[in-house]
Structure formats: C-alpha cells, structure tokens
C-alpha cells in the first residue's frame, strides 16, 4: 500500500514538473511579442508549432483563468483555426488545425 502512494505521488510530481517545463518554453514566446500582435495571435504562433495545448498550460502562461483559456480556444474556434476537445477524464484540449492540409485534400 504504501508503495503504490509512493508511486503514485512520484508520478504526479512528475505530471507536474512536465507541464512546468512546458511552460517556461511556452513563456519564451511571450518575451518575443511583437508590438502589434495580441495575446490570442501569440497563442495561435504557439499552437501552429506545438499542435496542441491543455488549457492549464495556456491559463498558467498568460496568467488567466482556465476558463478564459477555453474562451480564447472558442474564438479561434470560431475562425477553424483550432479545435477544442473535451476529453471525459481531462481537461480541454486546444488542437491546431492544420487548414494547409485540408485544402490539399
């Protein structure tokens, strides 16, 4: 019994440090801003490289709340640049939509 607590505080703490690490490179796109963009245009540079990102990522980097976060993926939504998906054990997912390979298809 106290081995599987062990294990399983062992894999948490490692769950969490990923997405630590997943934000400090995240963050390195911020100080990179350009004057005229805006923080839904940084996000969506950040998805076209990374395809992907979990709301708590995106809410920790730009210091909003998770549902701001899923906010932001429904405008980009809105313009089929994302996708949000909403698994049943997790939290939202913002997916890159790679429209360039749709159009070839």
């Given at each position: 019994?106290?081995i599987s ?17 997943e934000e ?17 245009d940084v ?63």
């Amino acid at each position: 019994m106290v081995i599987s607590i062990v294990i399983t505080l062992y894999i948490r703490f490692i769950k969490k440090r990923k997405i630590q690490e997943e934000e400090i490179k995240i963050i390195s796109y911020l100080t990179k801003k350009k004057e005229n963009e805006t923080d839904l245009d940084v996000l969506y540079n950040i998805l076209k490289e990374k395809k992907e990102l979990r709301a708590s990522i995106i809410a920790g980097v730009f210091k909003i709340p998770n549902d701001k976060a899923v906010e932001w993926g429904k405008i980009l939504e809105e313009k089929s640049l994302v996708e949000i998906d909403y698994p049943t054990f997790s939290e939202p997912r913002i997916i890159f939509k790679d429209n360039e390979k749709e159009e070839v298809n």
